[in-house]
């Protein structure tokens, strides 16, 4: 099995009681149950972690380019200003692994300040706007290239 990392960043632990118009009402750990699943149905390791720290982040790009582990990354807030976790990200796709960028909602739709992604320039491909199923299709993007 290929092992692929979900990361969630800032906010996203409170999945299903944060803005549930927004960001649908699955819960984190539903969400990482349905990760698991979709995972084992493509033949991927699919494993979710969390975190609110800039530095958990970046450490964890750091490790799968050091694992040679797939990436399906909702970066949150940190999409529009974190050079540091771009920068990571970037380390991540010059090894060749894929990176799938995810955002539950559509950031084009929204604030302005949300407009820019400073990791979709280092993506593999960014998928936004279809809530949790966006993060089985990046799991789908991630099998059909290891595939």
């Known amino acids: 099995m290929t092992d692929v990392l979900v990361v969630n960043g800032p906010n996203l ?22 990760v698991r699943e979709w995972g084992a149905a493509l033949a991927l390791q699919a494993t979710l972690r969390q975190s609110d720290s800039e530095t958990d982040l970046v450490r964890w790009m750091h490790e799968c380019v050091d694992a040679g582990t797939h990436v399906v990354l909702n970066p949150a807030a940190f999409t529009h200003y974190s ?16 990176l799938i960028e995810v955002h539950l909602t559509n950031p084009h739709a929204r604030e302005e300040f949300r407009h820019t992604s400073v990791i979709s320039g280092v993506a593999t491909g960014t998928i936004a706007g279809l809530g949790v199923e966006g993060y089985h299709l990046a799991l789908r993007a991630v099998a059909a290239r290891v595939g």
């Not at 999945?15 to 149950?33: D, H, Q």
């Not at 050079?83 to 894929?98: H, I, N, Q």
């Open 13 to 34: 632990g409170r999945l299903g009681s944060r803005e549930p118009e927004k960001y649908g009402s699955t819960t984190e750990s539903e969400l990482a149950g349905l």
């Open 83 to 98: 050079y540091a976790l771009r920068d990571a990200c970037a380390l991540v796709t010059r090894e060749g692994l894929a």
